[in-house]
């Protein structure tokens, strides 16, 4: 029984014997050594005397105890043994499942991880804990790479599941109709009023004591599928109040989709905290971004109206290039205001508005957590810039995006240092040679590095010293899959199947 105490840091009888041997006081080492080894608890200390005045051993007091842990040990391990089918699915499809969650943001929005759960065959009870498994497998993962994609597995698997018909999972999982119907707008592309009643009524309705569902709900939020709709929407919402010369502080629907988006952004610091409470969202976004961000559309729609006009009843309006010192400032300081002017530059940039374009470039310079450098954003980006490929043949619009906005962080920032070759990649033909003569010697890597940026840049080398050569041939830039967002187009006007309110996939 007392074989193996010294490596748990516990005296046995051979320490005791040398204690006394050593001691002056007996009785005080033999009350220190019990006070150092025995079981350490606050409440006890003031039982244990009463035991001693009734003569009971301490040996008898400690087996009585080692006998009530040992019972309450076997209890749990029967209760663990109902579950060993899934833990031995677990155990044995662990790294299986570890490969398909880490390998997810390389891939389509086709969860294989769902067939690890269909092909388990596992009891009601099983599933569930694999499901769990799972689901603590994604927030790790969000928490050590804070990779979005991983927020939108975590969506895309329940949706999967609930298609699929897996009524344990579905019944147990709070998160279930908010991600339902958050789905249905996501495929619609568009946010309307009756869902955006049903998303409030399942935010306010999480109860006292189950706030910890919220950050499962920031997570579903904070999908770039979600953000996307929900920043769509919002600015469909500024459009049809631009309309009805209103503010939009007097929007319900619009307030609430800045609340999800704020809960959304916020989904790594409430799981890394565990502090599960909504966080507020800056009520100057509403007061003073968003009026500066519709200063910004309506000095584009004015210029745009002029140009249409005959000749003889233009005037002399140029396009503006100032921004509103608060749009600006809200682009560095708040990430949800971040967020949606991050989503208008990309807007703008595949409507082909060129000089919208090379007006919010500059904002983009500087930008809160340099969320303007990040992967998606920029993968995004330069994508649309392939359909402004001509104008990359003058001097002004290359100085715009590269010396305005690229070309400031890409010598401390590789992923930007490789989107900018990406970019010229597929350009390089059409960028003014001296121009990509330049642009080569600044984004040339030292020689000691290693990187694939390198082939790189020493295939556009290649490419622009012989100007007779035809352009390469690449894969063509994903554009992304982000809609327009003109008045009256079917984004707008996209009807929900009467026959299903949250329609599948």
């Known amino acids: 029984m007392f074989?193996?105490?010294?490596?748990?840091?516990?005296?046995?009888?051979?320490?005791?014997?040398?204690?006394?041997?050593?001691?002056?006081?007996?009785?005080?080492?033999?009350?220190?050594?019990?006070?150092?080894?025995?079981?350490?608890?606050?409440?006890?200390?003031?039982?244990?005397?009463?035991?001693d005045l009734h003569g009971t051993p301490r040996l008898e007091f400690h087996q009585s105890v080692f006998d009530e842990?040992?019972?309450?040990?076997?209890?749990?391990?029967?209760?663990?043994?109902?579950?060993?089918?899934?833990?031995?699915?677990?155990w044995a499809g662990g790294p299986r499942l570890t490969r398909l969650t880490r390998q997810y943001p390389r891939?389509?929005?086709?969860?294989?991880?769902?067939?690890?759960?269909?092909?388990?065959?596992?009891?009601?009870?099983?599933?569930?804990?694999?499901?769990?498994?799972?689901?603590?497998?994604?927030?790790?993962?969000?928490?050590?790479?804070?990779?979005?994609?991983y927020c939108?597995?975590?969506?895309?698997?329940?949706?999967?599941?609930?298609?699929?018909?897996?009524?344990?999972?579905?019944?147990?999982?709070?998160?279930?109709?908010?991600?339902?119907?958050?789905?249905?707008?996501?495929?619609?592309?568009?946010?309307?009023a009756k869902r955006a009643r049903e998303l409030q009524g399942f935010l306010d309705g999480v109860k006292k004591g189950q706030e910890q569902v919220l950050g499962d709900l920031s997570m579903i939020l904070c999908d770039p599928f979600a953000s996307n709709t929900l920043v769509l929407s919002t600015v469909r919402n500024l459009q049809e109040l631009l309309g009805q010369d209103a503010l939009p502080r007097d929007s319900p629907d619009l307030l609430l989709l800045l609340r999800m988006l704020c809960l959304g952004q916020g989904a790594w610091d409430m799981i890394d905290s565990q502090v599960f409470k909504e966080p507020r969202?800056?009520?100057?976004?509403?007061?003073?971004?968003?009026?500066?961000?519709?200063?910004?559309?309506?000095d584009d729609y004015t210029f745009t109206v002029e140009q249409r006009l005959p000749t003889e009843e233009k005037s002399s309006l140029t396009y503006p290039t100032a921004l509103p010192e608060?749009?600006?400032?809200?682009?560095?300081?708040?990430?949800?205001?971040?967020?949606?002017?991050?989503?208008?530059?990309?807007?703008?940039?595949?409507?082909?508005?060129?000089?919208?374009?090379?007006?919010?470039?500059?904002?983009?310079?500087?930008?809160?957590?340099?969320?303007?450098?990040?992967?998606?954003?920029?993968?995004?980006?330069?994508?649309?810039?392939?359909?402004?490929?001509?104008?990359?043949?003058t001097e002004e619009f290359c100085n715009a995006v590269f010396d305005g906005f690229l070309l400031t962080s890409f010598s401390s920032k590789e992923n930007v240092h490789r989107h900018i070759l990406r970019l010229l990649l597929h350009l390089h033909h059409k960028v003014l040679p001296s121009r990509l003569e330049?642009?080569?010697?600044?984004?040339?890597?030292?020689?000691?590095?290693?990187?694939?940026?390198?082939?790189?840049?020493?295939?556009?080398?290649?490419?622009?010293l012989c100007p007779s050569a035809p352009p390469?041939?690449?894969?063509?830039?994903?554009?992304?899959?982000?809609?327009?967002?003109?008045?009256?187009?079917?984004l707008w006007n996209a009807k929900p199947c009467p026959s299903d309110p949250y329609p599948s996939r």
């Open 3 to 51: 074989a193996g105490l010294p490596e748990l840091g516990i005296s046995n009888g051979e320490d005791l014997k040398e204690t006394l041997t050593n001691c002056t006081e007996p009785l005080k080492a033999i009350d220190q050594f019990q006070t150092e080894n025995g079981i350490l608890l606050p409440t006890l200390q003031s039982a244990l005397p009463f035991l």
């Open 69 to 90: 842990l040992r019972d309450k040990l076997m209890e749990r391990v029967a209760v663990i043994a109902e579950g060993k089918d899934a833990d031995r699915y677990v």
């Open 107 to 149: 891939s389509e929005r086709q969860p294989r991880v769902v067939q690890c759960v269909r092909a388990s065959q596992l009891p009601s009870s099983g599933v569930v804990k694999l499901y769990d498994m799972v689901l603590q497998f994604l927030r790790t993962l969000f928490l050590r790479t804070r990779n979005v994609h």
């Open 152 to 192: 939108t597995l975590r969506a895309e698997l329940l949706m999967s599941l609930h298609d699929l018909d897996v009524s344990e999972i579905c019944s147990v999982d709070p998160c279930h109709k908010f991600t339902w119907c958050l789905d249905a707008c996501i495929r619609e592309k568009f946010v309307d």
């Open 281 to 298: 969202l800056d009520l100057e976004v509403v007061t003073r971004f968003l009026p500066a961000m519709m200063s910004v559309v309506v």
């Open 326 to 393: 608060a749009y600006t400032k809200f682009l560095q300081e708040n990430r949800v205001a971040c967020e949606m002017g991050l989503y208008y530059v990309l807007h703008i940039t595949k409507q082909r508005n060129k000089n919208a374009l090379q007006r919010l470039l500059p904002a983009l310079a500087e930008t809160h957590n340099d969320m303007a450098l990040g992967d998606i954003f920029l993968h995004l980006f330069t994508g649309h810039l392939t359909l402004l490929s001509d104008d990359f043949g």
């Open 438 to 464: 330049t642009l080569l010697k600044a984004l040339e890597p030292p020689k000691q590095a290693h990187c694939p940026s390198i082939s790189w840049a020493g295939n556009l080398t290649k490419y622009s």
């Open 472 to 490: 390469q041939r690449q894969p063509p830039l994903q554009t992304g899959k982000a809609p327009g967002l003109r008045v009256g187009s079917s």
